[in-house]
């Protein structure tokens, strides 16, 4: 369809938008989100409400609606173990070499690793969310999928925030020491996002850190294999949505200016930023605990 754009454009586009929006912090929500976001850590089992929400905050009504009518699928145990395999799929290697590094000796790496772990933790339950909200908002599941997800273990997790968690202060990148700049703008375009994602605002309270596992990993952001592994978490999230116990949302009750919006933020975050935040967190777990430690995550509950 003439004027129509391809997924490069609307990934590039929807990043744009996203990086546009005011980020709303939970202290920063109002009547009508402030329950959702505490809803969404007390579900996803973390202690932060990560990008991916604070940017459709500026749609609170399809927020609301679409976290409401899916949190049941995001807290069973199908969601958790979905999440795992992503987990185990998520490490690209072979890792760079850090044996030159004596990360220990950067300090608060206790408070590094928790953080680090956290995000581990919930970045592939983001890369499921932002492709159940994309697939049920603006596509449609079959009866025959509806079906085939009844049929998959839908008992509850247990609510909370998983012990063990935990969440820094993110580095204001107009605030940050010249040093921190240079390296966000390394990411940035290294990357070809407009934005700073949270966790890298996070590790950057550990300047020496974020050095030295940019250093490494900066070689890998999209080579042929990152991209290779990027596209089967993309594919795989797509395939484990199938099996959630959700048929589908009513359709994004906004205008539709916003509705494309939301479209394109959705698309960019699916098919970009959380796949490729996952893929580094992962190398930079890998670096920092071994390799066997990113094949699951210490907080899961699947079993």
Do not use: C
């Amino acid at each position: 369809m003439e004027g129509q754009m391809n997924q490069e454009e609307e990934i590039k586009r929807g990043m744009e938008l996203a990086a546009g929006k005011p980020d709303i912090m939970p202290d920063q929500a109002g009547e009508q989100i402030s329950p959702v976001f505490e809803d969404i850590q007390q579900t996803l089992r973390v202690p932060l409400v990560n990008l991916i929400f604070r940017t459709l905050a500026n749609y609170p009504d399809y927020l609301e609606n679409a976290w409401k009518a899916l949190r049941p699928a995001f807290r069973s145990r199908v969601f958790e173990k979905e999440a795992d395999y992503l987990h185990s799929m998520a490490l690209l290697e072979p890792v760079p070499a850090s044996s030159g590094v004596n990360w220990e000796n950067i300090g608060e790496m206790d408070r590094l690793r928790a953080f680090n772990d956290t995000i581990f933790y919930v970045l592939p339950k983001l890369l499921l969310v932002t492709t159940a909200f994309y697939e049920t908002s603006f596509n449609s599941r079959s009866a025959e999928e509806g079906k085939a997800a009844k049929e998959h273990d839908s008992s509850e997790i247990p609510l909370g925030i998983a012990e063990g968690t935990g969440k820094v202060k993110m580095v204001d990148p107009e605030k940050a020491s010249e040093r921190v700049r240079d390296l966000f703008s390394s990411i940035k375009d290294t990357h070809g996002h407009p934005l700073v994602s949270s966790y890298y605002r996070g590790i950057a309270n550990w300047p020496d850190f974020l050095e030295e596992a940019w250093s490494r990993i900066k070689p890998l952001v999209g080579s042929a294999a990152y991209e290779e592994r990027k596209q089967e978490l993309i594919e795989q999230a797509l395939a484990g949505i199938k099996n959630l116990p959700v048929l589908e949302i009513e359709k994004p009750g906004v205008e539709p200016g916003q509705r494309e919006e939301i479209k394109l933020i959705l698309t960019a975050f699916q098919h970009k930023f959380i796949p490729e935040m996952l893929l580094d967190v992962a190398l930079i777990k890998a670096m920092l605990d071994g390799v066997q430690a990113v094949g699951s995550s210490r907080f899961s509950v699947a079993e």
